[in-house]
C-alpha cells in the first residue's frame, strides 16, 4: 500500500496527518504536526508532491497517546525490557501487545493507547523508564518500512485504553513535576548577562540525565 493510499484512510479515520521527511521524519510543512488534517484534498494535494513522504500523526490531537519502545536506548536497556519490567513488577503480568501497534524501521514499537481522561500525559524521553518516550502533544509516523498485525494497520486496529497500572505511574509521574520546586521560567531576575547564563546552567544541569539531554536542551532553547 502507498503511503498516500494509507494517508488517506487513517484521515478518513479522523487522524490528523502530515507529510515527514523518510530520512529523519522531521515534517515537511509549515507547522508540523499542527498542521495535520483529515481533508483528503489535502492529504492527496501533500502526497503528490511529497510521494515518498512518511505519514506523520498527530497523537493526543486524534484522541490517543504512543508508548514510544526503543530497541536500543544509549545505556544499552531496551524499552520493550523497562515497560515489560513495570508491568511485571506492578500486576505480575507482562504487558500484551495492544491491538494498535506497529513496529518501526529501527525495530522499536510503538503502543496506541486512547487518550484518557483526566489525566495530562507528557511529551517526553526516557522520564517512565529507560527506553520508554511518550507522545502526546507531538506526532509519531508510520507508513513504508512500518509493519502492524497481521490483517491491520493503524488505520483499521483498535486502539483501546491503557492499563491501569500504566496510567497510574504516567499521572504520578506528572503530579511530581507539577509540585516539585523550579526556579522562574525566565531569567528576567538576573541583572546581567553571566547571571544569566548561570541560571540556564544550572537549569539545563539540574534536569539532564541520560536519556533526555536533547529533550531538555530542546526546552531551555524554546525559553
Wanted: proline share 7%.
Amino acid at each position: 500500500m502507498s503511503n498516500l493510499a494509507l494517508a488517506l484512510r487513517l484521515a478518513e479515520r479522523g487522524f490528523l496527518v502530515f507529510p515527514c521527511r523518510a530520512d529523519d521524519k522531521r515534517p515537511i510543512v509549515e507547522g508540523g504536526f499542527h498542521a495535520g488534517t483529515t481533508d483528503p484534498a489535502q492529504v492527496r494535494d501533500w502526497w503528490s508532491k511529497y510521494p515518498r513522504a512518511l505519514i506523520g500523526i498527530a497523537c493526543e490531537k486524534s484522541g490517543f497517546f504512543a508508548v514510544d519502545l526503543d530497541k536500543n536506548h544509549e545505556d544499552g536497556v531496551s524499552g520493550w525490557g523497562s515497560i515489560q519490567a513495570m508491568a511485571l513488577a506492578c500486576t505480575g503480568q507482562p504487558l500484551p501487545v495492544p491491538a494498535a501497534a506497529q513496529r518501526t524501521p529501527r525495530g522499536g514499537m510503538h503502543f496506541l493507547y486512547r487518550y484518557p481522561s483526566g489525566i495530562k500525559v507528557p511529551n517526553n524521553s526516557g522520564k517512565l523508564a529507560p527506553g520508554v518516550d511518550l507522545r502526546s502533544n507531538g506526532y509519531i509516523c508510520t507508513g513504508q518500512g512500518y509493519s502492524y498485525r497481521k490483517g491491520t494497520d493503524l488505520a483499521t486496529a483498535e486502539i483501546t485504553d491503557a492499563p491501569t497500572w500504566l496510567l497510574e505511574k504516567i499521572a504520578a509521574m506528572t503530579q511530581a513535576k507539577e509540585s516539585a520546586p523550579l526556579p522562574s521560567s525566565s531569567p528576567s531576575a538576573a541583572p546581567v548577562a553571566a547571571d544569566a547564563l548561570r541560571y540556564w546552567y544550572d537549569w539545563a544541569t539540574a534536569r539532564a540525565n541520560k536519556g533526555n539531554r536533547n529533550e531538555v536542551l530542546f526546552q531551555m532553547c524554546c525559553q
